[in-house]
């Protein structure tokens, strides 16, 4: 289910809107704001927007999205 990275993670805790598609929604808006020199943010957004959309709905409800500040 989605095997996110730590920094997918702290990307979906940060744009959280509480469904899947409200997070899809507003990675998809951030992204079209990114200037061409912000590649590494945009191939973190790609990345977490493709695991995002192969998911459910159900598997999105499992998800923990709390910032773990112990990192």
């Known amino acids: 289910m989605g095997n996110f990275t730590f920094e997918e993670m702290n990307l979906l805790c940060i744009y959280n809107t509480g ?24 191939e973190l957004t790609d990345s977490t927007l493709r695991k995002l959309q192969a998911m459910t709905d159900d598997e999105f409800a499992e998800l923990e999205l709390y910032p773990d500040f112990d990192e």
């Open 19 to 42: 469904s899947r598609a409200g997070v899809i929604e507003s990675l998809n808006e951030m992204r079209g704001e990114l200037s061409a020199e912000e590649t590494e943010l945009m």
